[in-house]
């Protein structure tokens, strides 16, 4: 079975420098993913501009279909050498997983890959073999993941934390990965690994850090598939049929619309419960209902949740927040397969309020999200009621 995968990462920038010297790239492309990371040589705008090169032109040559060999060895060939040490301007690791679980790890000079086995509940670091590839000495990983196995990745920024000061020489990998170890009980999403890795790297570094440090976190899982109803029918005859397929679906149900919700609620005798607190001033409350995974307003959330996508496409993570456009987007980005069903009847409070509404139709706001999450690699069916 193919598995599904969750990334995130978080990165923190040297003492006195505006950006990061680390850069990243995600590429997915049908059921496979490459995760590029480079480290930019020193630190600041040079260093930042020289990763960001590299990893710009390796996901390109990816994403059309290059094999990684040729890949690294285009890079690796394009690269700037420094006269001086004798180094690239900027390292270059490739991750690579294909839709048979199967992973492939290219490294050069950064620290080794910490794998997380799900079964056995053990952190391992894994070493690579070295071999020429792309005329450069590289290390090579290839291993297989299951159900529930994360992959942590890290540049150097990460075990150097605390040399000199706190830690004489440094956190290490073996500090990391016993840290890591310690920690196997109570974390288990991606977000939560990158965050508690950085917050211990910059207090280690006494919340001066003396170099980049970014932390990518990957999490195998079973692939889930979702459907959101929002909008009522435009034709009433229609609602029994929409409510009956939503209740006989399989996997996560999501309703948008305050008048969905009642419908659905009506015709399937379940009871309707909305909170009352606001977790975000600017996004509606959610509401409660057996046997739904989530139930939100409409239009508003939904281009709420259309700008956190926007921000997750564009490197961001999503904040950890419970407002129903954060829970929206994080129920999209987790499922691979997304079935909409979008009801057309106009609602009464937005003909009402039409003069004062300034969001997109929502045609538009649903054809955006269709595209948002194609982008993201999710398969997506939209029918019309």
């Known amino acids: 079975m193919r598995l599904a995968l969750d990334v995130s990462q978080g990165s923190l920038a040297k003492q006195g420098e505006e950006i990061c010297g680390d850069s990243l790239e995600i590429v997915r492309k049908n059921d496979e993913m490459m995760v590029v ?10 260093a930042g501009i020289l990763s960001t090169m590299t990893v710009k032109m390796a996901a390109k040559l990816l994403s059309r279909g290059l094999p990684l060999e040729e890949t690294v060895e285009t890079i690796n060939k394009t690269l700037p050498i420094c006269k001086v040490r004798g180094l690239a301007y900027a390292t270059l690791n490739i991750l690579y997983i294909n839709e048979k679980n199967e992973v492939r790890f290219i490294q050069d000079d950064a620290p080794p890959l910490i794998l997380i086995k799900h079964r056995s509940k053990q952190a391992i670091i894994l070493e690579g073999q070295k071999n020429i ?28 934390a605390g040399v ?36 211990v790297t910059r207090i280690l570094y006494s919340e001066e850090p003396g170099d980049d440090a970014t932390v990518v976190a990957i999490r195998a899982r079973k692939p889930r598939s979702l459907m959101l109803v929002s909008g009522p029918p435009k ?26 919700a009642n419908m659905v609620a009506k015709k399937l005798q379940r009871n309707l419960e909305t909170e009352l607190e606001y977790s975000d001033p600017s996004v509606p409350p959610t509401a409660k209902m057996e046997g739904v995974n989530l139930v939100t307003e409409g239009i508003l959330t939904i281009n709420k949740a259309i700008e956190r996508l926007k921000g997750v496409l564009g490197g961001e993570n ?68």
Request: glycine residues 12%; proline residues 4%; negative net charge.
């Open 235 to 260: 034709d009433q005859a229609k609602d029994e049929k929409l409510c009956k397929t939503f209740q006989s679906f399989e996997g996560r149900k999501v309703i948008c619309g305050g008048a969905t």
């Open 37 to 46: 990371l480079s480290d930019g040589l020193g630190s600041g705008v040079k």
């Open 133 to 160: 590839i792309g005329g450069k000495e590289m290390s090579d990983y290839q291993f297989g993941i299951d159900e529930g196995d994360i992959l942590i990745i890290v540049s150097d920024g990460v075990p150097h």
């Open 318 to 385: 999503l904040k950890p927040k419970d407002d129903g456009a954060t829970l929206l987007a994080k129920e999209l980005i987790q499922s691979e397969e997304i079935f909409l069903h979008i009801g057309t009847a106009i609602n009464p409070a937005h003909k009402a309020l039409a003069p004062a509404i300034t969001y997109p139709d929502r045609i538009q706001a649903f054809g955006e999200l269709v595209h948002l999450l194609e982008r993201l690699g999710k398969k997506v069916e939209i029918q019309w009621y």
């Open 164 to 199: 000199g000061a706190i830690l004489e020489l440094g956190w290490g990998m073996q500090g990391l990965m016993k840290y890591v170890q310690k920690q196997l009980p109570s974390l288990d999403e991606p977000e939560e690994w990158v965050e508690e890795i950085l917050e």
